[in-house]
């Protein structure tokens, strides 16, 4: 088979692309993985035809492929080729599906540490992570990349349609982990986007979150009669022909046992079993299968419906699979932060556990700059931090630096991303916020305030800010020195006060 005839198939889409010439497309994309990697576009195309058309169990000589290909690009000198991450991608998502979460969590890893993954990549990444975690029982863990897909939402540059998957997720991962405000937040921004956006496939996605989130929540109360109703709209639409289903499987997982009891057993087995037949992930299945076997009562006919050989190896698999992949997941997770202790690209600033300056300078290079962009930027400056280093030791200093970060999360960090830069120094990035830049920090020095050490220190930071809105000829550079020219003119009024400051600069 040439390279022709295979881009032909492509243009085709799923309509010749078969089992009998599938073995002829893996021979050819194998031999070009051994030699050039000239068509790893192709072969990404081909692969995602054969997932959605003929499913994982075809998948093994492409998964082989990708491999190989993933394996030249690791050992190629091109730092900036844009197909590797996309490699690791298809491994993360075949390793999901066939339930090996310590290999899927491998290659979260790997997107995460690319330093150019594209956003797309890297925000499924986060997903998937977040996905794993909960299908394991992690909140801790799981809180954490929350967090994180949190700060890259507020500055990735994608289309509104995955922005709204991103929300989502966030909306079900603080469900997950138990933050009702959070969660609440995000479902209500799921509502803010351009009417045109909420498609079948989006507003079926959207309305599977909310009721799995609802669920998620409430678990110990009982589901409402709207509740009820959504849940029968849902499958009785036949919504399944969208495809999404697929992908959001595992879901309505937490949504079938909080209405058990309250909608007759019959649906849930329908339900259950719609759900199987177009899941794609044995992980989904697995979840599936124990849910009818561990918690509905079947009776023999139905029990005769279901193959019972492949039923029963599905259900030995799933009882003892959880709890091995919860050690393979923390075994990887330790693995990985063992390593990123020795990168200097490091992103975390270790006394605050914030971003720091590395990660602020990525942040800076990542903020949207077209005609709709509208951005603020914030730089603080602890006051009189070297007067409490000299006085009561670097603990004390220590102590001031995080009562500073934990102001600044519960006013600024709200509405965007925030990062530690320097020994007393601090910046924040909002975007698209609705909230007045000058309210935020007003309530940032109402918030230091409140804060006092055991010497009876308090706490005050010069701030400066400076807003896209006001300066629409600027370059984000430029933002950032009319930020840090006004924090410096707050700092030197600070310091006329009550004495003069030796790091400001001289005229």
């Known amino acids: 088979?040439?390279?022709?005839?295979?881009?032909?198939?492509?243009?085709?889409?799923?309509?010749?692309?078969t089992e009998s010439n599938l073995a002829e497309v893996e021979r050819f994309f194998e031999a070009d993985a051994e030699s050039d990697c000239a068509y790893v576009e192709e072969f990404l195309g081909v692969y995602e035809i054969v997932e959605r058309t003929l499913g994982l169990w075809h998948l093994g000589g492409l998964h082989s492929c990708t491999q190989k290909y993933a394996a030249r690009m690791e050992d190629s000198l091109d730092s900036e080729n844009q197909k590797l991450p996309y490699l690791y991608l298809k491994e993360m998502d075949f390793y999901t599906a066939l339930h090996s979460y310590s290999e899927a969590f491998r290659f979260v890893n790997l997107i995460l540490d690319l330093e150019n993954a594209p956003d797309y990549c890297v925000a499924a990444a986060l997903i998937q992570a977040i996905d794993l975690f909960m299908a394991c029982g992690m909140k801790e863990e799981a809180?954490?990349?929350?967090?994180?897909?949190?700060?890259?939402?507020?500055?990735?540059?994608?289309?509104?349609?995955?922005?709204?998957?991103?929300?989502?997720?966030?909306?079900?991962?603080?469900?997950?982990?138990?933050?009702?405000?959070?969660?609440?937040?995000?479902?209500?921004?799921?509502?803010?986007?351009d009417d045109e956006i909420y498609d079948g496939p989006l507003e079926t996605a959207l309305r599977i979150f909310s009721l799995g989130s609802k669920a998620l929540l409430e678990q110990d109360m009982m589901p409402s009669p709207e509740d009820l109703t959504e849940l029968k709209n849902l499958f009785g639409d036949d919504l399944t022909s969208y495809g999404v289903f697929v992908d959001y499987a595992s879901t309505v997982v937490p949504i079938f046992r909080w209405v058990k009891g309250y909608i007759p057993d019959e649906d849930l087995i329908r339900y259950s079993l719609k759900m199987i037949d177009v899941s794609a992930a044995i992980s989904d299945k697995l979840d599936l299968y124990a849910f009818l076997m561990d918690?509905?009562?079947?009776?023999?006919?139905?029990?005769?419906?279901?193959?019972?050989?492949y039923y029963e190896t599905l259900r030995r698999y799933y009882e003892n699979s959880v709890e091995n992949h919860r050690y393979e997941l923390?075994?990887?997770?330790?693995?990985?932060?063992?390593?990123?202790?020795?990168r200097k690209d490091s992103l975390t600033d270790r006394l605050t556990q914030t971003g720091n300056r590395y990660a602020y300078e990525r942040a800076l290079d990542r903020i949207p700059t077209g005609d709709d962009a509208t951005y603020t930027i914030f730089v603080m400056d602890v006051n009189g931090l070297k007067q409490v280093n000299d006085t009561y030791g670097h603990a004390a200093g220590d102590a001031f630096i995080k009562g500073a970060s934990e102001a600044i999360e519960a006013t600024l960090g709200r509405d965007g991303a925030f990062f530690r830069t320097g020994g007393d120094e601090f910046a924040a990035i909002w975007i698209d916020s609705v909230t007045k830049p000058e309210e935020a920090v007003l309530e940032l020095h109402a918030k230091l305030s409140e804060w006092k050490d055991s010497y009876g220190n308090v706490l005050s930071m010069a701030v400066g800010f400076a807003s896209q809105a006001d300066h629409k000829d600027c370059s984000v550079k430029e933002i950032v020195r009319l930020a840090d020219e006004a924090m410096y003119a707050d700092k030197r009024a600070y310091y006329t006060r009550n004495g003069r400051d030796r790091r400001a600069p001289r005229n």
């Open 143 to 193: 809180g954490q990349y929350v967090d994180r897909t949190r700060t890259f939402a507020l500055l990735c540059d994608l289309p509104d349609t995955y922005k709204l998957i991103l929300d989502c997720n966030l909306m079900q991962g603080y469900a997950f982990v138990g933050d009702r405000e959070k969660c609440r937040f995000y479902h209500r921004k799921l509502y803010s986007y």
């Open 1 to 17: 088979m040439t390279i022709e005839e295979i881009r032909k198939l492509l243009e085709e889409d799923q309509e010749s692309l």
């Open 295 to 309: 918690e509905i009562a079947l009776d023999a006919v139905q029990e005769a419906d279901i193959h019972w050989e």
């Open 330 to 342: 923390l075994g990887e997770i330790v693995s990985h932060e063992i390593g990123r202790q020795y």
